[in-house]
């Protein structure tokens, strides 16, 4: 397996005064490079911790993590490392930082020092990948909410990351939004080989994913491909998250007795209920 990032023996407390409380514990993963990865748990199970200890935002309490080669303690090379991990966040309306869109894509590179033309070119790049190249000249404010999260990660692409960390980017969108939001995370995973890592407390956004890691309470108490993890019911349920519509009814359906397979998406579902007799 060719590791882009190893997460070995890490545990993050939060220390605020006298009070010290557990973000993540006992974290150990091993993400292959061009993979395409759900980080999943519902709210507090340490999620955001574990992306913020993977672009160096907060270092471990113990144990360590190597992303593409960098030790995310080395303080010498922390902006390598943001450079090469980009993030995207949950609220579309406070990432940008210019009044028009291309000049919020050329603002990270620009403080690189990364030269004009070349600017020019990821901004073209950027851009077409999450198919808004026609509104480059245009103000944000305007965007939908699946529109302004596209741009955000066309900003964070004209970096050139390898790795692309979405951390709960479409729980403030519509549906039309949210579905926009993870084609473009899967196009880019297939089409630039980038390793994306989705973070998302929606069961229903994991089923394309190559791996799925379930986290409660600062743990990861679940880790495989989507059809191992769908089929551990008890477990999902006690980590307080919803399993997808077409599983709950598959589910309640072997449960009585009909002759189908567990299901995660309602064509699946579909074609099992057309089969029965
Ligand atoms: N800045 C902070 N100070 C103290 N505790 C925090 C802070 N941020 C998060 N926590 C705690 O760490 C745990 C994990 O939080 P977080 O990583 O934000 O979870 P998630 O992203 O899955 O919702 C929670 O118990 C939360 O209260
Ligand atoms: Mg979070």
Redesign the pocket.
């Given at each position: 397996m060719d590791t882009i990032i190893t997460i070995k023996d890490v545990s993050f407390n939060?220390v605020?005064g006298e009070q010290i409380?557990?973000?993540v514990k006992n974290v150990n993963l091993e993400i292959e490079r061009g993979s395409f990865v759900v980080l999943l748990?519902h709210?507090?199970?340490?999620?955001?911790?574990?992306a913020k200890l993977l672009n160096g935002f907060l270092t471990p309490t113990e144990g360590e993590i190597i992303v593409d080669g960098i030790n995310t303690a080395d303080e010498s090379k922390i902006f390598d490392l943001r450079s090469r991990v980009g993030m995207v966040f949950q609220n579309p309306d406070n990432q940008m930082v210019a009044s028009i869109i291309e000049d919020d894509l050329a603002f990270g590179p620009e403080n690189l020092g990364v030269e004009r033309e070349e600017i020019g070119r990821r901004i073209n790049w950027a851009l077409d990948i999450v198919n808004m190249s026609e509104h480059r000249h245009r103000t944000p404010t305007k965007l939908s909410g699946g529109q302004k999260q596209r741009i955000a990660i066309a900003a964070v692409l004209a970096m050139l990351p390898n790795i692309l960390i979405l951390d709960e980017s479409t729980a403030m969108l519509d549906p039309k939004g949210r579905s926009e939001v993870l084609e473009t995370a899967h196009k880019l995973n297939k089409e630039e080989n980038m390793t994306v890592i989705l973070i998302t407390h929606y069961m229903d956004e994991a089923i394309d994913a190559d791996r799925i890691v379930v986290?409660n309470d600062?743990e990861v108490i679940l880790d495989g491909a989507p059809s191992e993890v769908y089929q551990q019911t008890d477990v999902i349920r006690r980590a307080g998250l919803e399993l997808p519509v077409a599983a709950r009814v598959s589910e309640k359906l072997i449960e009585r007795g009909y002759p189908i397979k567990f299901c995660l998406t309602d064509k699946e579902l579909a074609e099992e209920l057309c089969q029965l007799k």
């Open positions: 939060y605020t409380s557990r973000g748990g709210n507090g199970s340490g999620k955001s911790t574990l986290m600062g």
